[in-house]
């Protein structure tokens, strides 16, 4: 199903993720056609939201303002492309 969402997705965990793990996450990312995976500091599946909430607010802000991956950033692994306008 991920193989066929056209709309820029961010997908997020952290490396001590119980529930999401990064190799899950990059698994899913790499199904993405337009999206990116960025793996956040702190810990646990809530844990990043809590403990690194400006970072989490700089990366959302930057995947909003640039959703096709125009401006790469240190935090996000992007695939795919802005699709064509034909």
């Known amino acids: 199903m991920l193989d066929r969402l056209e ?9 001590d993720d119980p529930m999401w793990t990064v ?6 990312a790499a199904h993405l056609r337009n999206g990116a ?7 646990g599946h809530i ?3 809590l403990q690194a909430a400006p970072d989490v607010v700089a990366l959302l802000t930057a995947f909003w303002r640039d959703p096709w991956g125009q ?6 692994r992007r695939r795919g492309s802005r699709p064509s306008s034909t």
């Open 71 to 76: 401006e790469p950033t240190d935090q996000m």
């Open 7 to 15: 709309t820029p997705t961010l997908l997020t965990t952290n490396a």
């Open 23 to 28: 190799a899950a996450a990059q698994a899913a």
């Open 47 to 49: 844990g990043p939201l």
């Open 37 to 43: 995976l960025a793996i956040l500091p702190g810990s």
